[in-house]
């Protein structure tokens, strides 16, 4: 379906999101970054990362 299509969908026909959804949705999700490549980026934002109150 293309983006197109998506915004065209007629909001009534779509139905609630449930939580089953999410919990179905946990389940095939993964990660898009490496644990190593993750934990350079959590490195990293311990010493340059936000510090605003």
Request: proline share 4%; hydrophobic share 40%.
């Amino acid at each position: 379906m293309s983006f197109q299509e998506v915004k065209e969908v007629p909001l009534g026909s779509v139905r609630p999101i449930s939580l089953i959804d999410f919990q179905v949705s946990v389940q095939k999700i993964r990660s898009s970054v490496e644990a190593k490549t993750l934990n350079k980026y959590l490195d990293w934002n311990k010493d340059f990362g936000d510090m605003s109150m």
